[in-house]
């Protein structure tokens, strides 16, 4: 019988009342986050016989998935012209601490601002886009090294633009105090470098324009449109059969067998504006996957019975739940970048420009551009220059970055004249940490991990010594407008270190300026990957991503990366997502019946390869882009030799611990179109998919008609 649509709003008017609905699923994903998003899409076309559920705190952001929240300037367009303030990188500034941004405020971080929304955080960052460094990625997990990520990174960069010209004409708008600041970078000996991928750079430093990730057309190139908007359409609803959506609601706790308290059956969620809890189920074997960011996660996990036994009242202010699910991991360790500012004001002879993109009266010429040719400066997200450097000689690695940004800080009118820049400095490598815990109405508290070792106060306060003392220092036009030593701070003298650790570690505000302590929002560690030790060791299992101490619960967002990431964490997040994917999808064949595992193999739009990781096998990426067109930057670091050649002539092509579709070909244990792909031999001898008239260098692939490669070096032609 069916239903008419009244009989249906009614059944699920019933539902609502009753707290209960006894749909069943076999996938449920918590939060549509930067990771999880990619996760999620991925999964999917694994899995197209099964039944998925996603519950997010937000709504539509981009416009691709149905956002309709616009900047004014786009009120009178036609629809078919219209971008959100997601969309549009210039609206960055505007957003995150901004009114316009409060209804992606998530209210139970009250102490920064972290957003809710498809896609997460990444729809309301600068989305600086820099690959980890391998020194970082080679101290993780076996299975999760450089070497593992590095085609997830190829894979992120076949869904997006990577690029320092985010701009639809390519041109840079902007860039003028990059052009000043690149003398002074050259007088510390850093060098020009493809910042996209930190993986094989080291010291004494190096700079660039800013990598970011565009969709190739001036907007925002993020997880949603490179994944999530080909399975949700342009209504906000999924445009897949086995999807459900469930927007605006939290996830009040994961609900677990009564019989097992290892096996979740389901959760618990309320909608935006009520109080009555809804519970969804599971089916048997099904997973739960834990999207929700470095900081709610945790505070889920707390909620539902997972952390630290013992220590309830440790962690919680109102200890109305007990651990008993032991996982001493969770929350243990919560880390972020800690940030300094100064100003600078500069008086010389180059041409540079600044803006205030909230100012929308003063820069209607360029809003006109942006609306009508996707060009000009709203096609940016903010920096224009960024380095990264030593705090002292004895560091192994760069461990602080200057990114600059073409207005002022705020404040008063002396730190925000039409040639004022904003500088901060970005703490890599923190040692400060803390555990992470809930207030009494279960917001997340305030951790301390602000200069809390003083390791950090002094590597911080070398790094702003050397910004004011040398690199400031060493261009007579440049002035500082805020900082020790100048007018605002006459009474530090940026020469002598503890006054310049006094501005650092303060945290003072001046003329209504915050000087130092700056939250990052870069938060990871809080339920990291552990690759040794039983279910006493606690995190997530490094081969499975499995929360220890369940039986079917998966964390796949930035939790998972122990420690902090030596740079903008975005670009390794969505790596992370692309692989976790294929984790999951591994772990979920290896607990079915083989004839299922290999229908839904032949149904699904991904192959499998094997995984890097002696104990698990992982399903490839689809192919390595599913887009019709193919966008890469045009700067990719690399040279190489390539070949097309397929790797068997006739009959399915084997590769990894499967076998590719149709035509595809294997390269490096991924199926591969060949009217799409090449397969190639970089400079080291390492094989390396590149996009079809690219070749490679280091491991990374670049494009042969603006660059190649000189004994491993990037070079323009």
């Known amino acids: 019988m069916k239903l008419s649509k009244a009989q249906l709003f009614s059944c699920i008017f019933i539902c609502f009342l009753l707290g209960s ?45 149905g956002g ?13 012209n219209k971008a959100t303030i997601s969309d549009v990188p210039g609206e960055y500034p505007n957003t995150a601490f901004q009114s316009q941004g409060e209804p992606f405020r998530i209210s139970q971080t009250p102490f920064t601002w972290q957003g809710k929304g498809y896609g997460g955080n990444s729809q ?26 590095r085609p997830y990174f190829n894979e992120i960069r076949s869904k997006m633009t990577i690029t320092t010209t985010p701009s639809a004409d390519g041109k840079t708008y902007l860039g003028g105090i990059h052009d000043v600041l690149v003398n002074a970078y050259k007088t510390l000996r850093w060098f020009l470098a493809d910042m996209s991928n930190l993986g094989p750079l080291g010291n004494p430093g190096y700079y660039s324009r800013p990598y970011v990730a565009s969709n190739g057309r001036g907007q925002r190139g993020s997880p949603v449109s490179g994944y999530l908007s080909t399975v949700i359409g342009t209504n906000g609803l999924p445009s897949v059969p086995n999807l459900q959506v469930i927007a605006n609601a939290q996830v009040n706790r994961i609900v677990f067998s009564s019989s097992d308290p290892s096996q979740a059956t389901g959760v618990v969620y309320t909608k935006s504006g009520t109080s009555n809890g809804i519970t969804v189920n599971l089916n048997a074997g099904g997973r739960i996957i834990c999207g929700c960011g470095a900081l709610m996660t945790p505070r889920l996990l707390y909620l539902s019975g997972i952390g630290p036994a013992g220590r309830e009242r440790n962690v919680l202010d109102n200890p109305q739940v007990t651990f008993i699910r032991n996982n001493p991991r969770v929350g243990a360790n919560v880390y972020d970048h800690v940030g300094t500012q100064l100003t600078i004001n500069y008086k010389g002879t180059r041409a540079v420009q600044t803006i205030r993109y909230s100012d929308y009266s003063a820069n209607a010429a360029v809003i006109n551009q942006y609306v009508n040719t996707r060009s000009g400066p709203y096609a940016q997200y903010g920096p224009v220059s960024v380095a990264h450097g030593q705090s002292d000689s004895s560091k192994p690695k760069p461990n602080f970055e200057l990114f600059t940004n073409p207005f002022g800080p705020g404040g008063g009118d002396q730190f925000n004249t039409p040639t004022s820049f904003q500088i901060v400095s970005m703490l890599f490598r923190p040692k400060s940490t803390a555990s992470l815990g809930l207030d009494f109405n279960q917001n997340v508290k305030f951790p301390n991990i602000y200069f809390s070792n003083d ?36 009474d530090l003298n940026p020469k ?88 999951i999808a591994a772990s979920i064949r290896a607990t079915e019946p083989t004839s299922t595992s290999n229908s839904a193999s032949r149904t699904s739009s991904t192959t499998r390869t094997s995984s890097s990781s002696s104990s698990t096998r992982v399903s490839s990426t689809s192919r390595i882009s599913t887009s019709s067109t193919t966008r890469t930057s045009s700067s990719r670091i690399s040279t190489s030799r390539t070949s097309s ?21 294997c390269c490096a244990g991924q199926c591969y179109s060949t009217s799409r792909y090449v397969c190639t031999t970089d400079n080291r001898g390492a094989t390396v998919l590149c996009p079809l008239g690219n070749a490679s260098c280091n491991g990374g692939c670049y494009n042969t008609n603006l660059y190649t490669c000189d004994g491993g070096v990037l070079k323009p032609r």
């Open 455 to 490: 390791a950090d106060s002094n590597d911080q306060t070398n790094a702003i010594s050397i910004t004011i003392n040398q690199l400031i220092a060493s261009d007579l036009a440049i002035n500082l407008t805020l900082g020790p030593g100048s007018q605002t701070n006459k």
């Open 21 to 65: 609905c006894h749909a069943q699923y076999d996938i449920i994903v918590v939060g549509l986050g930067s990771s999880s998003s990619i996760v999620l899409t991925k999964l999917l076309k694994s899995f197209p016989q099964k039944k998925f559920l996603a519950i997010e705190l937000g709504g539509p952001t981009e416009l691709s998935v």
């Open 124 to 149: 309301f960052n600068g989305m600086l886009y820099q690959e980890a460094p391998n020194d970082y990625l080679d101290s993780l997990p076996t299975g999760w090294k450089s070497g593992d990520l």
């Open 68 to 80: 309709n929240r616009f900047p004014p300037y786009f009120a009178s367009t036609p629809a078919s």
């Open 496 to 583: 002598v270190f503890a006054d310049v650790k006094k501005y650092v570690t303060s945290g003072a505000a001046y003329s209504g300026v915050q000087g130092s302590r700056l939250i990052m929002n870069h938060y990871t560690g809080t339920v990291p990957l552990v690759g040794t030790g039983g279910e006493s060791a606690g995190g997530v299992d490094s081969s499975t991503l499995r929360l220890r101490s369940t039986n079917n619960v998966h964390v796949v967002d930035a939790s998972i990366l122990p420690g902090s990431i030596p740079c903008h964490p975005i670009a390794t997040i969505m790596a992370v997502g692309a692989k976790a994917a294929d984790v």
């Open 645 to 665: 050649t397929p790797s068997s002539s006739s009959g399915p092509v084997r590769c990894g611990s499967g076998f590719c579709g149709g035509s595809d070909q």
